[in-house]
């Protein structure tokens, strides 16, 4: 089981077996076409420290609200993911925490076949079937470019340093005034690319999107290079040169810049132009090379299209997500500068923290809009991540604990007294 921390790290749970079900109380799960993206709150952690302790108590505060009387619970929103492929691991996982116990409507219902969890993505509906059948747990759906919006809205409004641009190597944490955060173009980099205006909450349109994400990086760059992962192909484009590939202006123009056209010499012409020409076979050329250019294309034809739908709107801020970025600085870059390049610095490209995790907070978050007696659920207050959490890093089967680092969110839920959660998590 791992999960997302800041720097593309893979976080959380070292020992996953020893989160005992009556510590989760809500669970979301985001089923997309590479990955299935799972966020809970749990108000207890094994990885705290002494230091962090009290912010993860199982404090409950009766807070008069009018006619209702509200629970405050501390705790963590947890972010975890696997891959979709191997969804028969994330159903064993889930079975073997009694999650489908902890699921945010068991309060009516102990009969296993009436508990439902909020989900997200297209999987929501390719496995429900799978998910009642082994778990007994209906999907309840939440639509995906719902959950998106709500996700990233909740990020950029609740969580601190959450949003930042980054320029010529450097991450400028940005805390957008939630007066001005509308209109925005939400751009998701899953497997596929979804470009979405903003206008406020609950208020947006699908303007565009492309074909060419995520799942065309990992699935050309496994055809082409024979890495079995994307963190092995992410690894292997950090030492390699696109130059050998692409075609640059200057390969075109004899070395000069088409000055008349505003493009440098160095400018990409066409990208994986060289090989028409070179008389190569793909083995005469590095793995690294192609690593390198595939991933140059990708992340510059997505900041363009991005670019070109805020062109299309009038909108100036370009707010990014989906787990294809990882917080990897050559994916940023290349967008970041893509978006400046076309719009001559009118528009900024916005990195997310927990970028890949828009749809499953948006589900997560779909849990208040329910019917008031079942789950009037809300998250009240988050403070900035500590810094000593437990970070498990699972890039190449190595596990290794990092300090200093989390994706996990500490947070309150507000739940309404007529909604135990706590009492239900162990009566269930
Ligand atoms: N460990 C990983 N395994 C597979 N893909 C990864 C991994 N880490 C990052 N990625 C990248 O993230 C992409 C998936 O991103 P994300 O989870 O946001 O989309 P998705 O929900 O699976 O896709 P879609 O929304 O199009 O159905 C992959 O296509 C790949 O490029
Ligand atoms: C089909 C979805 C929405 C599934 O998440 C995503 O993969 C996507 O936005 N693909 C791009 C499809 C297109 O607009 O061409």
């Known amino acids: 089981m791992e999960g997302k921390g800041i720097d593309g790290k893979l976080l959380l749970l070292e020992k996953s077996d020893e989160i005992s079900s009556d510590e989760i109380s809500h669970l979301a799960i985001d089923i997309g ?25 199982k404090e409950r505060q009766e807070v008069p609200n009018g006619d209702l009387n509200y629970h405050i619970l501390s ?33 009516h219902s102990h009969a296993v076949d009436k508990i439902k969890i909020k989900a997200t993505g297209g999987g929501a509906f390719k496995f429900a079937d799978l998910f009642k059948e ?50 925005y173009l939400l751009v998701n980099i899953g497997s ?28 050309l760059g ?72 595939l991933l140059r294309m990708i992340s510059n034809n997505i900041g363009q299209i991005a670019y070109l739908n805020a062109l299309r709107f009038g909108l100036k801020r370009i707010i990014l997500g989906g787990y294809f970025i990882r917080d990897h600085a050559y994916t940023m870059d290349t967008i970041a ?28 978050m779909s849990y208040k809009d329910e019917n008031a007696d079942l789950m009037p659920l809300q998250l009240v207050e988050q403070q900035p991540p500590k810094s000593s959490s437990c970070i498990v890093d699972r890039i ?4 290794c604990v990092h300090e200093n680092e989390t994706g996990a969110v500490d947070c309150r839920l507000r739940v309404s007294s007529s909604f135990k959660i706590y009492d239900e998590v162990k009566r269930c």
Request: aromatic letters at 8%; charged letters at 25%; glycine letters at 10%.
């Open 134 to 183: 082994k778990l007994g747990i209906t999907l309840d759906k939440v639509e995906e470019m719902e959950s998106l919006v709500a996700g990233a809205n909740f990020l950029l409004k609740a969580v601190n340093r959450e949003a930042f641009t980054y320029i010529g190597g450097q991450k400028e944490y940005v805390q957008i005034d939630q007066n001005d955060l509308y209109p």
């Open 192 to 219: 596929g690319v979804s470009m979405i205006k903003v206008d406020g909450e609950g208020k947006f349109q699908r303007v565009s999107g492309t074909s060419v994400g995520g799942g065309t990086f990992l699935g």
């Open 396 to 399: 190449h089967n190595s596990t």
């Open 337 to 364: 500068v893509a978006v400046d390049f076309w719009s001559k610095g009118e528009a900024k490209a916005m990195f997310l923290r927990h970028e890949g995790f828009l749809g499953a907070l948006g589900a997560f």
């Open 33 to 57: 076409g590479s990955l299935i993206k799972i966020v809970y709150f749990s108000t207890n952690s094994k990885c705290s420290t002494k230091d962090e302790a009290p912010a993860l108590s």
């Open 75 to 107: 705790g963590r929103l947890y972010f975890v993911k696997f891959e979709t492929s191997k969804i028969e691991d994330c159903i064993k996982v889930l079975a073997s925490k009694k999650l489908q116990q902890c699921g945010a409507q068991c309060r």
């Open 222 to 293: 496994k055809l082409l290079t024979k890495c079995k992962s994307f963190d092995e192909l992410l690894e292997l484009s950090h030492q390699g040169n696109s130059r050998v590939i692409d075609m640059l202006v200057g390969d075109i123009c004899g070395g000069m810049d088409y000055t008349k056209i505003g493009l440098a010499s160095t400018a990409i012409a066409s990208s994986f132009g060289k090989a028409i020409s070179e008389n190569k076979e793909l083995e005469d050329y590095k793995p690294e090379d192609i690593a390198r250019s």
